[in-house]
């Protein structure tokens, strides 16, 4: 079986600049390979290459150097495109006509019937919460409310692949938390979900696997839990009933010590030791057990030292790129 | 064929809603209906004036429409992204093209149908208005079915006209793609000029520089036969089936020479 996506060396210069023109990279060597049924978030703050990366695989633009399959075919296959679906990041669709009428447009392009077409439509704008103002145009439609139409043009198709960018943009909470649920049936469904964000926290709630790219490179790609897993940073010990006395005397010393409420504190412990000894100590002092958790890394101080990283090592590979040139 | 009359009918329905098309096509009608007026005030040329400007209302109106929504076809669908969802589906660039294309034929087809039935509403009122003797002194009988000669070519130079929009639309910005357009189709009109600019220069070079020039861009003042038909002069079918292939031919080249760019282009 083939992957669902493989992207190879994938590279896309633009030029800028008016009238002397010079190339500007953005994406550089990007190399990925998301198999099938994975949600696989592709994440890096603004300007990283997503957006290029996604319209790279829609060919929507086309790379400089490298090359890039969907379902075992080549990107531009126009016969793939039935077996996918894509949500473009702010997307815009067609003021003059109605939710509706735009589905039916682009469910008339995959070649349905009247009747499954009606179906389809009928179904996906329920399933994105979409009621009676299916029947407006698109003029009158909130920015989240087109980017829910959006998430439903995605679908149309029962693609087995989905490229959604940036789908919680312009979203409020609960529409928020119908995209992760969305996300997740999709899963279930065992289709693939390749989806760019920012937001870390969507990451962590929805995908199997993720990339991270700064300033047009890859920085790190991996198993969510690996990446987290690997630096406990500490303990997070909560009590109640603590005297501010027996805190002073604790050996080894917290890293750091917050007042919460009266008698109630909450210490960051180093790994150096182990939590058990602190805990026990100040149990025997009268005071009890809140909650003891580990302190991970979060994604988004992985996201930071690694963006850190590329960004250090930028300059350099710059100057190489222009010698080259 | 499915997708690309999808699309067709996608940019009629588009056309159909925008208001300006309804301006557009409520002052031609209003003009050509206006026409009767203005023939009453000069004596004997009534007809003549109703046929006149109805023809020129409907190639002047009809050059709005080609120029303002034939250029807006594609670029706005780059200019608001809108592209970025009908390219994910399973359609070609190509068919992108032949659909948005075809799609304001169609609307222009309505649209000159329209102006046609206009016209000849004023001039068969004008002809049962006037006594038979009076019509005898007309140059061509009030309802003429000649002037769908005229009209007909009009239409065809329309999608001539559309298909230079679209073709500069698929690679320049509306602003400019909208001056190309016009002056394209002005100098497409003095075209002819070009052709004998022997004579009037002695530089060899410029001479066959303006030659060189008359045949890549389009001879434009061919579609027009409209004095001709009007004065009751007789166009030869010959004539309108050649013109119609010559149009065809360069509507197909332009549409060739924009496919092919278009397919390369990025859409950042």
Not at chain 1, 90 to 115: C, I, M, V, W
Not at chain 1, 236 to 244: C, D, K, N, Q
Not at chain 1, 290 to 308: C, G, M, Q, W
Not at chain 2, 189 to 199: E, G, T, Y
Request: charged content about 20%; glycine content about 8%.
């Amino acid at each position: 079986m083939p992957p669902a996506i493989r992207i190879e060396e994938l590279t896309k210069d633009y030029a800028i600049g008016f009238w002397r023109k010079r190339p500007y990279r953005a994406l550089d060597s990007l190399s990925l390979r998301i198999e099938p049924g994975e949600v696989f978030g592709f994440l890096g703050p603004n300007g990283a290459g997503k957006t290029t990366t996604l319209k790279l695989l829609m060919q929507l633009v086309f790379p400089t150097s490298g090359r890039a399959e969907i379902l075992g075919h080549p990107v531009g296959d126009v016969a793939t495109r039935r077996r996918i679906g894509y949500l473009a990041e702010n997307p815009y669709y067609y003021d003059y006509l109605t939710a509706e009428e735009l589905l039916d447009y682009f469910a008339k392009l995959f070649g349905y019937s009247s009747a499954d077409r009606q179906r389809r439509v009928a179904h996906l704008l329920d399933r994105v919460g979409i009621g009676a103002e299916r029947r407006l145009q698109l003029r009158k439609f909130s920015k989240g409310m087109v980017q829910r139409v959006g998430i439903a043009q995605a679908l149309l198709n029962d693609p087995e692949v989905v490229f959604f960018d940036e789908p919680m943009s312009g979203l409020d909470p609960l529409g928020r938390r119908d995209v992760r649920a969305l996300i997740l049936e999709l899963r279930d469904q065992g289709r693939t979900v390749f989806f760019s964000s920012h937001i870390l926290a969507d990451a962590q709630a929805l995908c199997s696997r993720v990339a991270v790219v700064a300033g047009g490179r890859l920085a790190a790609t991996g198993n969510l839990n690996e990446i987290l897993a690997f630096d406990v940073r500490g303990w997070e010990l909560v009590m109640t009933g603590v005297r501010p006395d027996v805190i002073d005397r604790l050996q080894p010393a917290p890293r750091r010590v917050t007042q919460i409420s009266e008698g109630r504190y909450s210490l960051e412990l180093s790994t150096d030791h182990p939590p058990e000894r602190t805990l026990a100590e100040l149990a025997a002092s009268g005071a009890s057990l809140v909650s003891l958790n580990p302190v991970h890394d979060t994604l988004e101080d992985y996201f930071i030292k690694r963006v850190a990283e590329v960004e250090s090592a930028r300059p350099r590979s710059l100057e190489a790129s222009r010698a080259g040139d | 064929m499915r997708v690309i009359s999808a699309i067709a009918v996608s940019v009629f329905r588009e056309s159909v809603r925008d208001r300006v098309l309804y301006n557009l096509v409520l002052f031609a009608t209003l003009l050509i209906g206006s026409s009767f007026f203005l023939g009453q005030l000069t004596a004997g040329q009534d007809v003549k004036i109703i046929k006149d400007l109805g023809l020129a209302a409907t190639a002047i109106f009809g050059l709005f429409i080609s120029i303002f929504i034939g250029i807006g076809l594609v670029s706005k669908e780059v200019e608001r992204r809108s592209i970025y969802g009908l390219l994910s589906k399973p359609i070609s660039r190509p068919q992108l093209i032949l659909g948005k294309y075809a799609g304001l034929v169609l609307t222009l087809a309505v649209n000159v149908t329209v102006m046609t039935v206009a016209i000849y509403a004023v001039l068969a009122y004008m002809t049962w208005t006037t006594p038979a003797p009076i019509q005898t002194a007309w140059d061509a009988p009030g309802v003429d079915p000649a002037l769908l000669k005229a009209l007909f070519l009009i239409f065809v130079e329309l999608t001539l006209i559309t298909a230079v929009a679209l073709f500069f639309s698929t690679f320049s910005t509306p602003m400019l793609s909208a001056a190309f357009t016009f002056g394209l189709y002005v100098v497409g009109h003095f075209n002819a000029d070009l052709r004998n600019f022997q004579s009037v220069v002695e530089s060899k070079s410029a001479a066959t520089l303006a030659r060189l020039l008359y045949h890549v861009l389009p001879d434009l003042s061919a579609f027009d036969v409209k004095t001709a038909v009007v004065h009751g002069l007789s166009v030869p079918w010959g004539y309108l089936a050649l013109t119609t292939g010559y149009g065809i031919l360069y509507i197909a080249v332009l549409l060739v020479i924009a496919t092919l760019i278009f397919s390369r282009r990025d859409f950042k």
